[in-house]
């Protein structure tokens, strides 16, 4: 089934039965960082981890928390409010745990939730958006395709960031149902994620988009197949760095970077599997970890 549109689509009317975690909106107290605490970062499963390691190339000293919501991936076609109290209780979890700064390293999450989280908590709280932005000023034929879930193309965040380029390129948005199934999955399939690639940016290659935006951090994990499948000549950008600059001039305004020399500390947790998720850190990490439970 087609899933690429010229406009984002409607939003999900799909609705999850959830505990109204994020309705109390307690009163918030800034604080100063601890420059020696911990850089908190989750997504709904291991697509965070490529928002990851550009924090780890760019702030190496930095010791980093990352967790991932594995039991509930993906949260695209979840529904705000569910989106929005999983990343309240996932939130709380990294402060008891010390972070100092907060990055939300999934786009639906971004959309969903990332205002509430603002006025809720008073840390350093950055998101993720398409690149869509950068993609303009890489793009000479003026047509850009976007990958993203349903959870982001439907989102009002995401309307409003295409609307700010309305006649000035064409933006052909496409959600794909499965794939970070797929990219989660214990077994890598490489030949069912290149055809359901194939079938996805169909429409986009057929117009002949010169720029690919990866709108979800999941799909960075696989940017190898997806540049083959759309061809050398199609440029293909994502956020990974631009979020980890944005985190270290938040982190450098509160002088809060961290004073150490040595290569930081890792620790992860996963509301999934942990037996899977340690399958899944070693396929896109490059190695063995451990993993603790949420």
């Not at 605490?37 to 697509?47: E, H, L, R, T, Y």
């Not at 000035?168 to 797929?182: D, H, I, Q, S, Y």
Request: proline share 5%; aromatic share 6%; glycine share 8%.
């Amino acid at each position: 089934m087609n899933m690429c549109t010229a406009t984002a689509p409607a939003k999900s009317s799909h609705k999850v039965q959830y505990a109204p975690y994020s309705q109390a909106i307690p009163l918030v107290t800034s604080t100063t960082p601890s420059p020696t605490a911990p850089i908190g970062v989750f997504d709904s499963g291991v697509g965070g981890l490529s928002i990851l390691s550009g924090l780890r190339e760019l702030l190496p000293h930095e010791n980093l928390l990352y967790l991932a919501d594995s039991r509930y991936a993906p949260y695209g076609p979840k529904g705000e409010d569910f989106v929005r109290d999983r990343s309240c209780a996932i939130v709380d979890f990294l402060l008891e745990r010390g972070a100092k700064a907060i990055v939300v390293a999934c786009n639906t999450a971004t959309a969903a939730a990332i205002a509430l989280l603002r006025e809720r908590y008073g840390v350093p709280l950055i998101g993720v958006e398409p690149a869509i932005k950068t993609a303009a000023k890489l793009s000479q034929r003026g047509i850009v395709g976007v990958l993203a879930t349903s959870g982001t193309i439907g989102s009002d965040k995401f309307s409003r960031l295409q609307d700010l380029f309305i006649g000035r390129m064409e933006t052909l948005t496409c959600a794909c149902p499965g794939l970070v199934e797929l990219i989660e999955a214990p077994d890598f399939d490489a030949a069912a994620i290149t055809a359901l690639l194939e079938e996805f940016t169909a429409p986009i290659r057929e117009k002949h988009a010169d720029v690919l935006v990866l709108g979800c951090t999941h799909y960075s994990l696989i940017r190898d197949l997806i540049q083959q499948v759309m061809g050398a000549d199609v440029r293909i950008v994502d956020t990974d760095l631009a979020v980890a600059r944005e985190t270290k001039r938040r982190l450098e305004a509160l002088n809060a970077l961290t004073p150490a020399t040595q290569q930081g500390e890792l620790h992860f947790f996963s509301s999934g599997d942990v037996a899977q998720q340690k399958r899944l850190l070693a396929r896109y990490w490059g190695e063995a970890m451990e993993v603790e439970v949420f």
